[in-house]
């Protein structure tokens, strides 16, 4: 039996905007997500987060509190004569904030697909491709409307 995955995600928000990873799809298009990853065994989340975010941000952060739970949850997929396993990890969104005379730039080790870090602008994310969706609309309500949990996100 698999068990979900355990994973951290960084709310980095400045100047009203927040910080995302950029990817391209197979289309080109780009697609973003919130820097972050999977939880190493015997890692606390705080570590997690950390490390997490020097591979892919380049940046050292501060970690403040939890902002929001979210899971992912992916059938079996073929795609031509390979085949991707389910996928299910449980998202922890923290609060974060770039550490003293940091700037997000080219991690040390980005994930596969990722094409660099921008700042997207929390009134306007609906025009952008934001993975998963939910979270997108969750940034744009009031925070007094913001539930904790998201559930099971489309990806």
């Not at 355990?6 to 997500?33: C, H, S």
């Not at 923290?94 to 003293?100: F, N, P, T």
Request: glycine share 10%.
């Amino acid at each position: 039996m698999r068990t979900p995955r355990l994973g951290v995600k960084a709310l980095i928000i400045r100047d009203r905007q927040v910080l995302m990873n950029r990817y391209r799809d197979p289309e080109g298009d780009a697609v973003f997500a919130l820097p972050g990853g999977g939880q190493e065994h015997g890692e606390d989340q705080v570590a997690a987060m950390i490390r997490e975010c020097s591979e892919e941000i380049g940046a050292r952060v501060e970690v403040h509190q939890a902002a929001c739970l979210f899971e992912i949850m992916r059938p079996p997929v073929t795609v031509g004569a390979s085949s991707l396993p389910p996928f299910h990890q449980v998202n922890v969104a923290y609060w974060c904030g770039l550490a003293e005379g940091e700037e997000p730039g080219e991690g040390t080790e980005p994930d596969a697909g990722q094409d660099g870090t921008a700042w997207l602008p929390l009134d306007r994310l609906a025009e952008y491709r934001v993975r998963p969706p939910e979270l997108a609309r969750w940034l744009e309500a009031d925070p007094s409307d913001r539930p904790f949990s998201l559930g099971v996100c489309t990806f």
